[in-house]
């Protein structure tokens, strides 16, 4: 499976951005999806997942009711909805795939996307 991020870019403290990561590959809807992110300085850490099944989803405390994770299994893409941006949100995206079906660690995780930098100015 490989995955390409794209969606990132300068928003301003209180705006919104979607992040995309599309897969190849037809396995898909078997794979859980996630998304992390790494800040300068700080270690990778997680901000959401979707299960293979996209019923079941997954927020770290500092993005819930503020970030959206979805997929769309006809696009073979998975979706990062951010709105109410902080300057703290400020950081590379790294989307990951697990065959696991759901995962919340990033030892969880197979494949990894390249990365989308996210940057909220205040």
């Known amino acids: 499976v490989q995955l390409q991020a794209s969606g990132g870019g300068l928003v301003q403290a209180g705006g919104s951005l979607r992040l995309s990561c599309a897969a190849s590959?037809?396995?898909?809807?078997?794979?859980?999806m996630g998304w992390f992110r790494q800040a300068p300085g700080k270690e990778r850490e997680f901000v959401a997942a979707?299960?293979?099944?996209?019923?079941?989803?997954y927020y770290a405390d500092s993005v819930k009711g503020r970030f959206t994770i979805s997929r769309e299994y006809a696009k073979n893409t998975v979706y990062l909805q951010m709105n109410s941006l902080k300057s703290e949100d400020t950081a590379v995206y790294y989307c990951?795939?697990?065959?696991?079906?759901?995962?919340?660690?990033?030892?969880?995780?197979?494949?990894w996307g390249q990365g989308t930098l996210v940057t909220v100015s205040s």
């Open positions: 590959g037809s396995t898909f809807s078997s794979y859980g």
């Open positions: 979707i299960n293979w099944s996209g019923g079941n989803t």
């Open positions: 990951g795939a697990t065959r696991r079906g759901f995962g919340l660690f990033m030892a969880d995780y197979d494949y």
